[in-house]
């Protein structure tokens, strides 16, 4: 990513995240949906369960749906003139906080599909042998 000459363009590139995001909640509510159809309904537990993973897909679909649109909007934004900016604000101790503590999110965020993304791709794996037979 090269480093945008205004905030407009910082919104625009920064709106991969919240698009990625969206990728992910919506892959998240297509997993659960399908594993839905593998209930047995006449079964409590399994009516149980599939009346959470319904809510918790539609839940999904709802943020997926946010995140985009806040994607779209911050794309939108690459030619929004740049007022004067208070450097003074920006380099407040709240405002350096701020950056920290999205920074730290990114990375513990990264952790964590690295890590789930590892879990995943084992499971895969199980479901493919099973699919073939092996």
């Known amino acids: 990513m090269s480093e945008p000459s205004t905030c407009g363009q910082g919104l625009a590139e920064n709106a991969a995240l919240p698009a990625g995001l969206a990728q992910v909640a919506d892959a998240m509510a297509g997993m659960l949906e399908r594993h839905m159809t593998a209930l047995d309904l006449t079964d409590p537990d399994s009516a149980a369960e599939h009346a959470v993973y319904g809510e918790l897909a539609a839940a999904h679909r709802r943020t997926a749906d946010e995140l985009r649109a806040a994607a779209d909007r911050m794309d939108a934004q690459r030619d929004l003139p740049m007022g004067p900016h208070d450097m003074a ?3 407040h101790p709240a405002t350096m906080r701020a950056f920290q503590t999205l920074v ?17 791709e084992a499971m895969l794996e199980m479901m493919r042998d099973f699919a073939h037979g092996d």
Not at 104 to 120: N, P
């Open 104 to 120: 730290e999110a990114k990375r513990h965020l990264l952790t964590l599909l690295r890590d789930s993304a590892d879990e995943d």
């Open 89 to 91: 604000a920006i380099a």
